[in-house]
T-cell receptor, first 117, second 112 residues
């Protein structure tokens, strides 16, 4: 099992540039999550997809952030334009099922480390 | 307000010793509580998931307890190893399509 695959692992970009992070969930999982992790705020949910449909995007910081899931095996998180305060680790995660009460395990990728200078 | 608080923030123990990490939550209604281990530079990995009716769950040298009445959980690590050095994150969920509420984690360092 390949696990959740994220790319790129590291990205350094200049302020104002567009950043696209990519995620391939575990095959057969129908829930996909994008999280952001910083030292100050810990892990924060940005957006949650179930069966490729965005269910909860209330965690997306502002209009500069957008996420898509065109099919069950691929998702992107885009930041345009990027700002230094976007520097963080962005995790993609996937799970089977959609109801938290089912207690299904959520599997995280290794993260994309973003630095905006 | 739905919150998850963990203590201590950081902890240093000698290899071979036991330790207990604490998690208090105010999330309501409650569905389940999860403990994750996050190695430096890696993604979180699930250790245990406990529902309302479970009060103890083990995964190797890791044992999690849950007291749903007092809204407290603990993660006990037995005979610590250097590889246990990591952040341990407590996560509580509510029923349905709701956000998970994350604690900020306890950073554990196991020293030789």
């Amino acid at each position: 099992d390949a696990g959740v695959i994220q790319s790129p692992r590291h990205e350094v970009t200049e302020m104002g540039q567009e950043v696209t992070l990519r995620c391939k969930p575990i095959s057969g999982h129908n829930s996909l999550f994008w999280y952001r992790q910083t030292m100050m705020r810990g892990l924060e949910l940005l957006i949650y997809f179930n069966n490729n449909v965005p269910i909860d995007d209330s965690g997306m910081p502002e209009d500069r952030f957008s996420a898509k899931m065109p099919n069950a095996s691929f998702s992107t998180l885009k930041i345009q334009p990027s700002e230094p305060r976007d520097s963080a680790v962005y995790f993609c995660a996937s799970s089977s099922g959609g109801d938290w009460s089912s207690g299904n395990t959520i599997y995280f990728g290794e993260g994309s480390w973003l630095t905006v200078v | 307000k739905n919150q998850v608080e963990q203590s201590p923030q950081s902890l240093i123990i000698l290899e071979g010793k036991n330790c207990t990490l604490q998690c208090n939550y105010t999330v309501s209604p409650f569905s389940n509580l999860r403990w994750y281990k996050q190695d430096t530079g890696r993604g979180p990995v699930s250790l245990t998931i406990m529902t309302f009716s479970e009060n103890t769950k083990s995964n190797g040298r890791y044992t999690a307890t849950l007291d749903a009445d007092t809204k407290q959980s603990s993660l006990h690590i037995t005979a610590s190893q250097l590889s246990d050095s990591a952040s341990y994150i407590c996560v509580v969920s509510r029923p349905g399509f709701q956000k998970l509420v994350f604690g900020t984690g306890t950073r554990l360092l196991v020293s030789p």
